[in-house]
């Protein structure tokens, strides 16, 4: 099986952490067409990646589909919770990071993506209600996580991956838009984080999108000194 993916997509990081903490032998790979492009949107489900390419030709998209059909095709190491309940607070979980999460991150996404590809004017910046919607989210985010038991009594699941890959984003972005430590008013989510960043698998998917948004971010000044 192949992995289609790019090095900076929290999406694509999702999928990598549960190949990694699987011990999978899914071959992870660039996209072989430009993002954005006729031929990317056209050969990829949904015109996104990650996409994973079964061994038949196949292809999956949407990077919690991908997980589910991971996960039941290979159930050891489970990473998601069989007791009902726990199982639809890692549901919660997923949704709250694609539904709730990423939607306050969108617009600074938007921002950030749209000076890497030169398509906003340099000055233009997040709003403070970008982030004051970003820290609403977060709120939420950390008394949810109180609710989930302590994660330390527990093993790590689809949703803590989710939302590992996404945090990191929220960190990034806030800090490039003057928002540094985001995170100092939520003591639930810094315990969450250091609990998760301890398994290597979360660990070396977070550097490797770390060096590749470095990368970008070193472009981004490097352009504005031209
Ligand atoms: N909901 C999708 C989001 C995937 C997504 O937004 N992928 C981005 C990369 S992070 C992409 O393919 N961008 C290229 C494009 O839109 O042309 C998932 O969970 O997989």
Known sequence: MKLYTLENSPFGARVRMQIHYKSLSVEV??????????????NYPLGKVP???????????ESTAIMHYLEALFPARPMQPKEPFEAAQNEMLIRYVDNHLATALSPLFK??????????????QASKQDLS????????????LTTLGTH???SLYTG????????????????????????NNYAEIRAWKQWVEQYPAVAE??????NSHTA?????NASKTD
């Not at 790979?29 to 056209?42: I, V």
């Not at 996409?51 to 998209?61: P, Q």
């Not at 803590?160 to 984003?169: G, I, P, R, V």
């Open 29 to 42: 790979l660039p996209p072989r067409y430009a993002p954005r492009s006729d031929e990317f949107k056209a």
């Open 51 to 61: 996409t994973l390419e079964l061994d038949d030709g196949r292809m999956i998209g």
């Open 111 to 124: 921002v950030f993506f749209g000076r890497v590809h030169g398509t906003v004017d340099d000055n233009e």
């Open 133 to 144: 919607a970003l820290n609403d989210e977060l709120a939420k985010l950390n008394t949810f």
């Open 152 to 154: 330390n009594d527990r």
């Open 160 to 183: 803590d991956l989710c939302l590992a890959s996404n945090l990191y984003y929220v960190e990034q972005l806030s800090l490039y838009f003057g928002e540094p430590q985001i995170l």
């Open 205 to 210: 998917s977070l550097i490797q999108m770390h």
């Open 216 to 220: 970008l971010l070193a472009k981004l």
